[in-house]
């Protein structure tokens, strides 16, 4: 049966999805800004009513394509408008996104279209179109019928072909397609959008794969539905909830859950407007032209700002560095008496924070883009306390929030006047969490949990359990009672030789606080005592030489100057005073390199692969523990 022959809308209670959300923005606020890039240098506003255009466009093409509700579309692209356009668009026809990051080279690009079976791939450029063709010529992706190029420059002419089973075509003349289809078949985009139901697969969203393949993670429209109710109307997110007065700045690739909720998600929901960066390295710049009111960031961003502010204060004049430090050190203080009060001021800390905004924080904050942010979140993997307190401190209001892939990134987050720092906050409303008391590990249940893993039964069957618990594999505690301090991933803890349990990742959160730390991964299962390996912030490590008169050529040749091993001594042993002695840090190592993603040490999402990691250093490893001197790796004692 044609997809044109189903059943008609009406047939059926309505299904709000976040398709049916921007088609409702585009009939009610069609002249507001949705959406805007940056093109030449100047932001381009896109309205609601051009957005919802664009993915009635792009559903219209899908089914002069021949996809079907059900199918899966690949999306392999920076964020950018057309992203959310193939998504909704795909949603809109009730077929399902799959997201791959930017960074994926072809062998993993050929594996994420094969699993899928994605029928559809929408390719950013060049780049990402050379991959998908390589894939091709290796007989990859069998069921890849058409790959939709965006950026024309470098493949238009040269590459516009059919390649095998797979159709290469540009961005402009599928959406011909679209408008032609539209015109023949007028209304059919609409009324598959009307038949939705709630278990239709939205989309795809593959795990970081840190201990094995990635497994396809299925959201329903209800799962994402549940996280905007509990996110957006509920007000479980921030309060006000987001509206259309909220600008968003999308940097982080869409590939993962929890930037599709600030982007895609809050966007359909709330008509906040979401302004995309140019790209990874421009995003201060970004941040300070956009001055978003909502901003989130994984952990690693959030290191990143702060030992930018470092090395940008220690380049200052003298007056300036010294007023500055005195204003941030009056800041900790207020912020200690904040968090002290449950995350509100009183008159007082009021009072002197209005001195340190009029002296130092409106600048500093205005700077670094985020004077107008009214809500902040961190999320995605555990960060350090010191961070976090270092942007509340500054006015930031400063959110931890948890959540993973599997359960649409809905579990607890930190509560405007209830924070407690090191912890992730408390359940929000119609989300159930529970500790297993033998495993410790960390549970949840509620509607936004996943449907399972696309094609796994049995790796479904290990993390969902027949009551609807989902196993996160991770550890926790409680703290007063209801808030969740997350310990470490199980498959994570170190046991040592003598049989203590250890959480590294607070450890390396520690140490990573350091704005001249950019990786740590504690080492010692099985051993008798733990050691480091140390990825050095090659910016501020490489400035702070700058100022000593250390020239070096290259990283390698940064980590092994005796004083950068000395620098990093001293950053080592601050984190171990505040440590038991079984948690020390007895000796450690420089990598000589930046972990990368095409070596296999970090995921897609930027995770460290521990056991590749480890693998790939064993002679630094096994040089902290035979007494070995450290050569010229860089190494403490």
């Not at 006000?240 to 998600?265: C, K, N």
Request: negative net charge; contains cysteine.
């Amino acid at each position: 049966m044609s997809v044109l022959d189903q059943a008609p809308a009406g047939a059926h209670a309505a299904t709000t999805s976040p398709a049916t959300r921007i088609r409702e923005h585009a009939r009610v606020r069609p002249r507001a800004v949705a959406l805007r890039d940056k093109h030449l240098g100047v932001w381009r506003p896109w309205t609601w009513a051009h957005y919802w255009d664009q993915v009635e466009l792009v559903g219209h093409a899908l089914l002069a394509r021949g996809v079907q509700p059900g199918d899966r579309v690949a999306i392999h692209s920076e964020n950018r408008p057309e992203w959310l356009v193939a998504d909704m668009g795909a949603l809109a026809v009730r077929a399902a996104s799959v997201g791959l990051y930017p960074s994926n080279p072809a062998a993993e690009v050929g594996y994420l279209l094969a699993d899928s079976g994605a029928v559809v791939l929408v390719a950013e450029d060049q780049e990402q179109v050379d991959k998908a063709l390589e894939v091709l010529a290796q007989g990859g992706a069998p069921a890849l019928r058409t790959i939709v190029y965006v950026e024309p420059r470098g493949v238009r002419g040269r590459y516009e072909a059919t390649y095998g089973q797979a159709t290469l075509v540009s961005w402009e003349d599928f959406l011909a397609e679209g408008v032609q289809h539209r015109e023949t078949h007028p209304g059919a985009v609409d009324a598959l959008t009307d038949a939705a139901r709630p278990d239709d697969l939205a989309t795809l969203i593959y795990t970081s794969g840190t201990t094995g393949p990635p497994k396809g993670a299925m959201l329903t429209v209800a799962n994402v539905e549940f996280a905007i109710k509990v996110l957006c109307e509920e007000g479980g997110f921030t309060s006000p909830p987001p509206g259309p007065d909220d600008l968003l700045l999308s940097y982080l690739p869409l590939s993962h859950v929890a930037e599709r909720i600030f982007t895609t998600w809050f966007n359909a929901a709330a008509a906040t407007q979401v302004c995309f960066a140019e790209s990874i390295d421009t995003v201060p710049q970004d941040l300070r032209e956009v001055q978003p009111t909502i901003l989130f960031g994984v952990p690693r961003i959030w290191e990143k700002l702060l030992a930018g502010v470092e090395t940008r204060l220690t380049g200052a004049t003298r007056f300036k560095r010294l007023s500055t430090r005195y204003w941030l050190k009056r800041a900790s203080a207020i912020a200690a008496a904040v968090e002290a009060n449950g995350g509100e001021h009183t008159r007082a800390t009021r009072l002197q924070y209005a001195l340190g905004w009029l002296f130092c924080y409106r600048s500093l904050t205005e700077r670094l883009g985020m004077r107008r942010v009214r809500h902040a979140t961190s999320g995605a993997a555990p960060i350090a306390p010191e961070v976090l307190t270092f942007f509340s401190s500054i006015g930031v209001p400063m959110h931890e929030a948890y959540g993973m892939t599997e359960n649409t990134a809905v579990a607890t987050s930190a509560k405007p006047g209830r924070i407690r720092l090191g912890t992730v906050g408390e359940a929000h409303r119609g989300v159930e969490v529970r500790i297993d008391e033998q495993t410790g590990e960390i549970l949840t249940r509620h509607a936004g949990v996943f449907a399972g893993y696309w094609g796994r039964p049995e790796a479904t069957a290990e993390v969902l359990d027949p009551d609807g618990w989902l196993h996160t594999g991770d550890v926790g505690e409680w703290v007063d009672g209801s808030f969740l301090k997350i310990t470490d991933r199980m498959k994570d803890i170190i046991i040592t030789a003598g049989g203590k349990n250890i959480s590294p990742s607070q450890i390396e959160n520690e140490l990573k606080a350091s704005p001249y730390v950019k990786e740590a991964l504690v080492v010692g299962d099985g051993r008798t005592y733990l050691t480091a390996l140390i990825g050095i912030e090659l910016d501020t490590v490489g400035e702070w030489a700058q100022r000593q008169r250390l020239g070096y050529s290259t990283l390698r040749d940064l980590t092994e100057k005796p004083e950068v091993v000395e620098l990093l001594t001293t950053v080592v042993d601050d984190v171990n005073s505040r440590l038991a002695s079984v948690e020390q840090v007895k000796v450690f190592r420089l990598l000589p390199k930046e972990l990368d993603h095409e070596d296999g040490e970090l995921t897609a999402s930027q995770k460290v692969k521990r056991a590749a990691v480890v693998a790939a250093f064993d002679d630094l490893v096994e040089s902290m523990y035979d007494g070995r001197p450290a050569a010229a790796t860089g190494a403490q004692r």
